[in-house]
């Protein structure tokens, strides 16, 4: 099990930037693949980026390509997500989950391991 722990939220206006992090400890950071979520209220937990194990590939949703960047140090155990160009729909909890295979799998449902979120508020 990995424990996680999620900070860097806040509220910032729309065009602006946050960077969240995501520090890991238990088992062997480098051996997971890493994801961040996003939750809006009343919607579902929806995939927003996720970074292989070895940081050598990554994936985005549709929505932040080209303005979201996934990135991990593995000597620091810990992941970021650097937010740009944030829009109000941008607005939801963070939360960063790992799992133990090279790809990270876009479904939540396939991590057990997850922080416990950061709120993200973007205003118009």
């Known amino acids: 099990q990995v424990q996680l722990v999620e900070s860097g939220g806040g509220l910032v206006q729309a065009g602006g930037s946050l960077r969240l992090s995501c520090a890991a400890s238990?088992?062997?950071?480098?051996?997971?693949?890493m994801g961040w979520f996003r939750q809006a209220t009343g919607k579902e937990r929806e995939f927003v980026a996720g970074?292989?194990?070895?940081?050598?590939?990554?994936y985005y949703a549709e929505s932040v390509k080209g303005r979201f960047t996934i990135s991990r140090d593995n000597a620091k155990n810990t992941v970021y997500l650097q937010m740009n160009s944030l829009k109000p729909e941008d607005t939801a909890v963070y939360y960063c989950?790992?799992?133990?295979?090279?790809?990270?799998?876009?479904?939540?449902?396939?991590?057990?391991?997850w922080g416990q979120g950061t709120q993200v508020t973007v205003s118009s």
């Open positions: 238990g088992r062997t950071f480098s051996g997971y693949a």
């Open positions: 970074i292989t194990y070895n940081g050598r590939s990554t």
């Open positions: 989950a790992a799992h133990p295979r090279y790809i990270p799998p876009a479904r939540a449902s396939e991590y057990d391991d």
